[in-house]
């Protein structure tokens, strides 16, 4: 008779989510089923999970090792055009969030915008319309410590996309950027009905979060069966 080999697991496995502003991608990785710890520099009385200020990077290097999945966001204006055109300067941490991630030994998500993408590697590009949402907003992941992504098909473009900054017309799509108009529109479409603007402008969808989470747990599950 063959012995069941046991698995190790979690009862609710911990994820970090890192830079994590107002929460877009905290509360996908909440509804998959995490439990869900956020980090940043700034306060953020409107993230709706655990929250934790202070420095992403170094809370990633002394705690990350003890969860079990780390989400991060590092801060994309170095690589908007917006900020190229205003002549701002932002620093860029891409690849000291790569260095504190692989200190970890745990697996992970990075993601950020397409002015970054060429600096991730071999990222999977996420739009709302795989995910049924009324925007597009693409968006960039890589991955690591073991894990990896394959992205739902992506949808043509059929919809027509209002300019940055302007109002939505009916069946058109949101980008949701700069100081956008319609902010209760915008938290229909991303379904972050908690943000304010500065929130939804920066933020991934929920949608985008939770599915990867589920990819995380089957990841985790696998790890534990294998172990």
Known sequence: MTEAVPIRRERTPRLLDAY??????????HRAGFA?????????????????QGDAIDFIRTYGPGFAFIHTSPPCQHDTDCQRIQGN??????????????????????????GAAHKLREPVMLCGAMFGLATYRHRYFETGGGFTLTPPPH???????AKMGRPVPDGWYGQF???FSGVPHARRVMDVPWMNR??????????????????????????????
């Open 20 to 29: 994590c502003c107002q929460g877009g991608a905290g509360m996908g990785y």
């Open 36 to 52: 869900v710890t956020g980090v940043d520099k700034d306060a953020q009385p409107r993230y709706p999970l655990a929250f934790h």
């Open 89 to 114: 300067t932002h620093p860029d941490l891409i690849a000291p969030t790569r260095d504190a991630l692989n200190s970890t030994g745990r697996p992970w998500v990075m993601e950020n915008v397409r």
């Open 155 to 161: 949808p043509a473009h059929t919809a027509p996309q």
């Open 177 to 179: 950027v700069g100081n």
């Open 198 to 227: 500065d929130g939804i402008r920066e933020c991934i969808p929920p949608a985008y979060a939770q599915w990867i989470g589920r990819q995380a747990l089957a990841h985790l599950s696998a790890g534990a069966v294998a172990a």
